[in-house]
C-alpha cells in the first residue's frame, strides 16, 4: 500500500476571505494492484471527519479508513479547514480535493465513476455540500474547474448535519459562517435540504433516534428532498445511540465505552454492499 500526504491549497482570492489555519491537507491510502488482476480499477472513498466544523475527529479518520480499505477501496482522508476560517474554505477544498483525485484516476487505478465522499456529523455537512453544489459556479468557478471534475459518484452520510432551520446543530453554522451566521440568505444556501435536487448523487445515510445533538431530523429532511427530487437512497436510522459512534466499536471507544453500541456496528457492512452493488 502506498501512502502520502497532499496539501490543498485554497487562496484568499478564491475563498473571497483570508486564509487564518493552516492548509488542509488529503492523505492517500492506496491498494496496491494483486496479480490476478493488475490492472482492476478500485472505488475511491474521501473521508471528511467531524468535529463541529471546529476540529476534526480522530476517530471517524484512520480507524474508519482501515474498514474502507478492507473492503477493496482506495481512502483519502481530508483534514480541511475549521473555525476561524468559513464557508467557503472547506467547500472549496473538498472540491480541489475531488478534483485532483479525478484528474490521477487512471495512475492511482481509481474507478472514475465511483469517487465517493463520505462524511460524518459537520463532515458529513461537508460531504453533502458537494453533492448539492458541485454544479454551481460559485464552487467550481474560483477553481478553474468544470462541474464534472469535482462531481461525487455517491455520497455514504453518517449522522450528517444537514439543516440550518428547527432542529440545527447550531455551534457548525456558527463556526461554518463565522461573523455572518446570521445572514438569512447564506443559512438557506448551507441548509442542504434546500439545495439537494435530481443533481444529487445517490446516497447511503444513517442515524439514530436517540441523538440529541444533531437530531435525526436532520437526515429525514434530506431523505425527504431526495427522495421527492428522485434521488436514489439507503437509509437506516438505529433505535438507540449518541451522537458521534463512528464505527460504534471498541475500537473507536475509550474506557468508558461510551462509544459502543452493537446494534449500530452494522452499518459499515450495509455500506459495503451498497458499494458493491454501486
Known amino acids: 500500500m502506498k501512502q502520502f500526504t497532499l496539501e490543498i ?21 492506496l491498494l496496491d494492484s494483486i496479480s490476478v488482476a493488475p490492472d482492476r480499477l478500485r472505488p475511491a472513498v474521501v473521508i471528511c471527519p467531524g468535529g ?62 465511483k469517487i465517493i465522499v463520505a462524511g460524518f456529523s459537520a463532515g458529513g455537512h461537508l ?32 449522522y450528517p448535519v444537514i439543516t440550518s432551520g428547527p432542529g440545527c446543530h447550531a455551534g457548525s453554522f456558527q463556526n461554518l459562517l463565522g461573523e455572518k451566521a446570521g445572514d438569512e ?3 438557506r444556501l448551507v441548509s442542504l435540504e434546500h439545495q439537494a435536487g435530481i443533481h444529487t448523487p445517490k446516497t447511503f445515510l444513517w442515524h439514530t433516534s436517540t441523538d440529541n445533538s444533531v437530531p435525526v431530523k436532520n437526515s429525514l429532511l434530506l431523505a425527504d428532498a431526495l427522495t421527492s427530487h428522485g434521488v436514489n437512497i439507503e437509509m437506516h436510522i438505529y433505535p438507540t445511540g449518541c451522537h458521534g459512534l463512528s464505527l460504534a466499536t471498541r475500537e473507536v471507544s475509550g474506557e468508558d465505552g461510551q462509544y459502543i453500541e452493537p446494534q449500530c456496528q452494522n452499518w459499515i457492512s450495509l455500506a459495503k454492499t451498497w458499494l458493491e452493488c454501486f
Open 52 to 113: 463541529g466544523y471546529g476540529r476534526l475527529s480522530d476517530r471517524e479518520g484512520e480507524p474508519v479508513a482501515a474498514q474502507f480499505l478492507s473492503m477493496g477501496c482506495h481512502v483519502f482522508i481530508l483534514r480541511y479547514s475549521t473555525a476561524p476560517d468559513c464557508f467557503p474554505y472547506p467547500q472549496m477544498e473538498l472540491a480541489s480535493a475531488m478534483s485532483h483525485i479525478r484528474s490521477h484516476a487512471l495512475e492511482w487505478q481509481i474507478d472514475p465513476g
Open 9 to 29: 491549497l485554497i487562496t484568499e482570492k478564491q475563498a473571497g476571505q483570508k486564509k487564518l489555519t493552516p492548509p488542509a491537507s488529503l492523505t492517500a491510502y
Open 127 to 158: 460531504a453533502c455540500s458537494l453533492g448539492a453544489y458541485w454544479n454551481q459556479e460559485f464552487l467550481y468557478g474560483p477553481l478553474n474547474s468544470d462541474p464534472e471534475s469535482i462531481r461525487p459518484n455517491g455520497m455514504i452520510l453518517s
Open 185 to 187: 440568505s447564506l443559512r
